[in-house]
């Protein structure tokens, strides 16, 4: 199983009006009156624009999200379920729909967000997985029990869980698969076996401090349990304060290569559009498909055992726009700092090269140019961020044979504190 996270709420959900409305009132330093002004805004970054479309705009853009993430060879998302009522429920249901109407096997986990939910009743909740559980796209096992993964699940204790479960059973006939994610495995594991089919665990941003995943996954696996691995490109979380040093694609290179190597059971890519923590896989306007098309490589290696034969020459580049100690000129006065365990931060711009044979490889970073050869298959390069725009090109025979450029340039003087990596990639048009 590999899936994706993924938040339906009024800030991250593509529509007509969205375009306009994520630019006023998210994007912008003064969005909803001077809600985010101290921050300099709640997003960095948005979807790619889609065409206005007519009738149930929600519901088609919906199936638009599922048919890009299935594209990529993603199995289901994991909903992140934020509220049991109003406008965030209303998406939950619509979003069990639309994934039945665009590919009966692709299937949506359900993610009770124990940071989120107002309510102290097992009842309560049990009330609502099994109203959403109901939907064939509900994510069972082969057995027929209901996957359930709750976000956070040491907010309530076994007890609690186990009311919620054996509800599930005694009023709605329901048998689950009881899936926890933690904050800290490590302090809960042991206390939730007895109840649960597999854990996960929210994980680590940077990329550094993943080998402890290595351990988790042989805890799990000693006890009987799956182990639901997160993947990872980044998290920058201005309204918050704080961000992680992704060091370019290291994290979501290391993370998938410890899900690989650890034997995971299965993958939650975190997050597919959570924009307000700046971790999303899906499309968008600063990345493009350069993540998702990245995952795409190493999903393909989890789910066959083989790596994907290179057939095209591919770059992929990226780079911030700012410099990780820029300090902002705006009125922004929460400036995010780096999270206790992450690495270092660095300004580099990394090339990332998909070769099929050895090449040269040519770069601009701003008006420093240089040039080193690459073997053919994977391998990066990183070179030191500079004013500009940044760009690459493989050069093979005296001919250039791709070609990407960053069109995003890098400056000293910012007005907003924007510590997201920016991606492009050669492979598409």
Known sequence: MRTAHVVVDPATLRGEDHGRLLTRNYLEPDGERGKHERYGGLLRDRPLPVQPKGGNWEYANLQQEVRTARAAGIDGFTLDMLSLSGKNWERCNLLMEAARSVDPDFKIMLMPDMTSLK??????????????????????????????????????????????????????????AFVPLFLDFGANGAGFAPISHGFSEWGSRSYVGQE?????????????????????????????GIYDEAGNTATLRSTWTHAIDDDADWVQLTTWNDYSEGSQFAPSLHNG?????????YLTRFKTGDWPRIVRDTLYLTARTQFAAADPTGDQSLV??????????????????????????????????????????????????????????????????????????????????????????????
């Open 119 to 176: 309510t102290d009743d097992p009842g309560v909740l049990a009330d609502a997985i099994a109203a959403l559980g109901k939907s064939p796209a509900a994510h069972r096992l082969g057995d027929g029990r209901l996957v359930v993964s709750p976000f956070k699940a040491e907010a309530k204790n076994v007890a609690w869980w186990t009311r919620v479960i054996d509800n599930l059973k005694s009023e709605h006939g329901i048998r689950t």
């Open 289 to 297: 498909y350069a993540y998702l098309d990245l995952t795409s490589y």
């Open 212 to 240: 402890s995943s290595t351990r988790d996954v042989r805890r799990a696996h000693e006890m009987g349990k799956i182990w639901m691995q997160p993947v990872s490109v980044q998290d920058a979380r201005p309204n918050q």
């Open 336 to 429: 995010m700092s780096l999270r206790r365990g992450s690495a270092a931060p660095r300004d580099t711009v990394e090339v990332l090269s998909f070769l099929t044979g050895s090449a040269r490889i040519r770069t601009a970073v701003g008006a420093a140019k240089d040039t080193h050869e690459a073997p053919a298959g994977l391998h990066t390069e990183l070179l030191p961020l500079k004013t500009g725009v940044s760009s690459a090109e493989v050069v093979r025979d005296g001919r250039t044979v791709t070609e990407v450029e960053l069109p995003y340039p890098a400056d000293r003087r910012v007005e907003v504190q924007d510590l997201q990596y920016y991606a492009a990639t050669s492979g598409r048009e």
